[in-house]
């Protein structure tokens, strides 16, 4: 560790701006941007995509391409980082400076091992043998936690996972013990239980090197946890910074008021109205005057589109305070204790009118039994074989009543997109039975068939690629009237109703998909699955390639949706904090099986299945205090292919009550004997597939 | 070409640079798709050639079709006044042995070469589009036929075929020539189409739309060709330079057009040996054939970069 004077910053940023020209005019990417970073100390840096948050960190290593214009300054140390030639900077990074990318495989040369490119990131900063070098890069990548270190070393980066490649990213950047890590988007791509595994090593890093650590992300969840101070960027700027405690509990900017009441809570047991924020980001071509966030923001008032508020001190605290916020009412919010909920109009909440009549006398909409769905394993390039099976969904049974919503979650992998492709089908399943509306699609013929798509649609993930790009809103909404018969002077009107229905302005029925928002891609996806009037709905990760503050907008128009029309769902997420919060009953899926299910509420606070203990207790929690008290299950290694299932038990192989807390006779049910779904736990209704379930409160 | 191509859709990558998610609802909301085909216009008239070549083409059809009032002489016209003259004030181009004017002559070779190329690979176009994405969306059975009729087509010398049966339509119109001629044009193209359809078919708007109850036949016309647009059209101004260049070759040898009629083949054909001694004949209706497939080729490229805007590497 370097030894720096108490109270000098390692890293200090000043007035950095980044414009890019473009096509379409200037794109000012960064502006004015100045932050502080102390030895050792982390700093999260929060935003939505386009906010800058990237860019600027990318500026300060000089990672920006060519035609990007950089003003500002940057020290390391006291050492100019800006305009520096790569030469010169080539020393800093990588020594003194090292980064974490999102996508590790790009960041990794694929034709050498990754023992060859620790070594040789030692070996461009330090003069030592190369047998040292590679013996120091093997102790690395046992450090964030590769078995067999020094066998893998000698494998190529395609050969890892995802997680483990982002280890290997994390052992390279630490190769050189350098005093500033900057980590962008580590975790994004990853699953949440590989997530926590992460964070854990970045952890380790951190105490072993003793470096400073910059953590760009859009997660406030990951931030609570690790960082000690954080910063909120928006249209380019910070616009909020501060000691994570004082900005995650008084925050004083209305974006980070609104961003932190737009999340969905995993913890809270009565549903709390999220707050969405009405709009999109602004664009970053001919930006405005004023403030960047005046359209959509409700306090704003004529000085706001007059002049761009200064990020500074909140009136009345103490000079010691760190917290700057840049609103012209900050000072207001924090007289008034405002809260987002103040600010921002919350929905009213729903009637539950459906769901107040019990669930066994309500109908049953969706019935799945026992549902297997294999694909044939090939081998041979010229003689194409068939050398086994892959069971992605191995013996799948759930039921959705009039009115719910159930979740499906697992991480990538467990075979829920297989479920609902097999149910959106509608055909005859290689073994068990699905019903739909109380038809069991093995039996329908084509008109039947036909006639059920109008009760069963579904709603995809990427409202970019579910929206065909070529037609406009109008014709894309119209196809499943025509499809299905609707007299032509009904679909117009049709088509200006469900508009108005999720949300949109009629008069947009001739504009085409890209232009539309993210969000409002996803209420157009939304409005063309209503269009016949279904009973059922299947929302296949509907939120998750969103921006965080427009997910709130789109889980509160479901909500009120599904209450108002009497629909029910089945909602496919690995994101638990949104299942819990529009989810009336959950099913848990690991490597093709329900592992457990029940009521959101009873599984959610009483997990039996040490894999759902596991899950819940790796999602990161927006609150910081919380954060630090929580103990994690960190779950080893990775997902076992799905071709080769262990034994038993599925779980065994990464199970932490199996390895800590049984005893030999006890794990040799767990490898010998597959658990069943039953009920383990006292209530009737809440199912698990552990040998040795008991319920635990993880969050 | 074929492997820089991709299925459309989306903004062209170069309208995204550096805001991510940026322009939002808030800028000024702009016609997306109209301003691709801007874009996409706006890249094809930066190129100079390829205008050049448009302006070509578009000259060369007024051209050939205005010569029957531009010049004195029909191309079924004899002027027994004047055999064998080499190019004069009333025979711009020239008379052949018997007094047929070679401008009139190689104008209405013009216009048959013209339409035989435009109307050949539209249909092969077509063909290629259809039997491509039939192939393609529904698979199995379908799939197999299709590819195998593709395989044999392919397999199959086109040029003997026509040759053989040229023939037995001769005396029919000369349409039936200029199906022959796209029915052995369309098979590679209909395999790449077939290949984008298999990735376009897993696209969610293909699955929404199935999933909705659109039969397949509508999704393949409403979502997958639109979406492939840019490869047919460049697919389709490549082949009509290949057809041109087809129907020269077989009517050189007396397959094609039929006199009296004459195509730029034809004339080609029949002149090729006066090369020397009277070259006005041979060369005047080369030079347009030259020309005219040039300027088409040009203008297949421009379409190519205009529509990927990787296959250059422009900024
Ligand atoms: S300055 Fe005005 S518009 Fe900007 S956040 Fe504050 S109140 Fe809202
Ligand atoms: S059955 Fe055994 S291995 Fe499986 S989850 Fe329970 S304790 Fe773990």
Known sequence: ?699 | MTDTLQPDGGPAPGLQSGTASGSGAQAPLEDAAASRLQLVWRRFLRQRLAIAGLVVVALLFGVAYLSPYLGRWQYDQLDFTAFLEPPSASHWFGTTQNGFDVFALTMRGLQKSLVIGLLGALMATALAATVGAFAGYFGGAVNTALVTLIDLLMVLPAFLIIAILSPSFRGHTWLIFVVLLAAFQWMVTARIVRGMTLSLREREFVHAARFMGVPGWRIIFRHILPNMASLLIIDATINVSSLILAEVGLSFFGFGVQPPDVSLGTLIGDYANAALTFPWEFYFPAAFLVILVLAINLVGDGLRDAFDPNAQGHH
């Open chain 1, 1 to 699: 560790m370097r030894v720096t004077a108490p109270g000098t910053p390692l890293l200090s940023v000043r007035d950095l701006s980044v414009s890019f020209r473009t096509e379409a005019g200037l794109v000012r990417a960064v502006r004015s941007v100045s932050y502080d970073v102390a030895p050792g100390e982390v700093l999260g840096i929060v935003g939505e995509s386009g906010s800058g948050k990237s860019v600027s960190s990318l500026a300060v290593m000089n990672l920006l391409p060519g035609h990007a214009e950089v003003t500002g300054s940057a020290r390391l140390n006291g050492q100019e980082l800006i305009g520096q030639s790569d030469d010169a900077l080539s020393a800093v990074r990588g020594s003194r400076i090292a980064m974490v990318f999102q996508d590790p495989l790009s960041a990794l040369t694929p034709v050498y091992t990754v023992g060859d490119q620790i070594a040789e990131a030692i070996l461009v900063h330090e003069t030592v043998s190369r047998g040292e070098a590679m013996r120091r890069a093997v102790d690395l990548l046992h450090t964030v936690g590769i078995p067999n270190a020094a066998q893998r070393a000698t494998a190529f980066p395609h050969e890892f996972s995802g997680g483990m490649r982002q280890r290997v990213m994390i052992a390279m950047a630490i190769a050189n013990r350098p005093s500033l890590i900057i980590a962008d988007e580590p975790t994004t791509a990853l699953d949440v239980t590989i997530q926590a595994q992460i964070l854990d090593v970045l952890q380790t890093a951190r105490r072993m090197t003793g470096a400073a650590i910059v953590l760009i992300t859009h997660d406030l969840g990951v931030i609570a946890g690790i960082a000690d101070r954080v910063s909120v960027m928006y249209a380019g700027t910070i616009v909020e910074t501060g000691s994570v405690d004082d900005v995650f509990y008084r925050p004083r900017m209305p974006y980070t008021l609104g961003l932190l009441g737009s999340i969905p809570r995993a913890d809270a047991g009565e549903r709390q109205p999220l707050t969405p924020i009405e709009g999109t980001p602004p664009s970053l071509i001919n930006l405005p005057t004023g403030c960047p966030f005046v359209p959509r923001c409700p306090m704003a008032q004529d000085i706001c589109r007059r002049e761009e508020p200064g990020l500074l001190p909140i009136a009345g605290r103490e000079p010691a305070d760190t917290q700057r916020a840049a609103c012209h009412f900050k000072d207001d919010i924090e007289q008034r204790q405002l809260t987002s909920r103040d600010i921002f109009p919350a929905p009213l909440p729903s009637s539950d009118a459906v769901r107040s009549v019990p669930r066994e006398q309500r109908q049953q909409m969706l019935v799945v039994q026992d549902l297997v769905k294999s694909y044939p394993q090939m081998k041979g390039a010229v003689l194409r074989r068939k050398v086994g099976e892959v069971r992605a969904v191995d013996g799948v049974s759930f039921d959705i009543r009039e009115g719910e919503t159930l979740g499906l979650v697992g991480e990538s992998g467990c075979g829920k997109t297989t479920t609902i492709m097999e149910i959106l089908n509608l055909g005859r399943p290689a073994s068990g039975h699905i019903a739909v509306l109380g038809h069991d699609t093995a039996r329908m013929s084509g008109a039947e068939k036909f006639g059920i798509r109008r009760d069963l649609q579904v709603v995809f993930q990427d409202p970019m690629a579910s929206l065909d790009p070529r037609l406009p809103i109008g014709e894309i909404l119209a196809e499943p009237l025509r499809a299905h018969g609707v007299a032509p002077e009904r679909v117009s009107a049709r088509v200006r109703e469900l508009l108005t229905l999720v949300g949109l302005r009629a008069e947009h029925v001739n504009r085409y998909p890209a232009a539309f928002s993210g969000g409002q891609r996803q209420r157009i996806g939304i409005a063309r699955a209503l269009a016949l009037e279904p009973k059922i709905l299947v929302l296949d990760e509907p939120v998750s390639a969103l921006d965080v503050s427009v997910r709130a907008g789109v889980i509160n128009l479901l909500e009120r949706l599904r209450d108002q029309l009497g629909l029910s769902y089945l909602f496919v997420a690995h994101d638990l904090a949104v299942v819990r919060h529009i989810g009336n009953r959950v099913a848990v899926m690991y490597l093709g099986r329900i592992i457990e299910s029940g009521d959101v509420d009873e599984v959610f606070d009483r997990p039996a299945h040490p894999y759902t203990q596991a899950l819940l207790s790796a999602i990161p929690l927006p609150d910081p205090h919380k954060e630090r008290a929580r103990v994690r299950i960190v779950l080893k290694g990775d997902l076992p292919s799905p071709a080769n299932p262990p034994s038993g038990c599925r779980f065994r192989t990464r199970c932490q009550k199996f390895a800590n807390e049984l005893t030999e006779p006890q794990r040799q049910r767990c490898i010998d004997e597959s658990p069943a779904l039953l009920p383990r736990t006292g209530s009737p209704d809440h199912l698990d597939a552990c040998h040795w379930a008991t319920a635990v409160e993880v969050l």
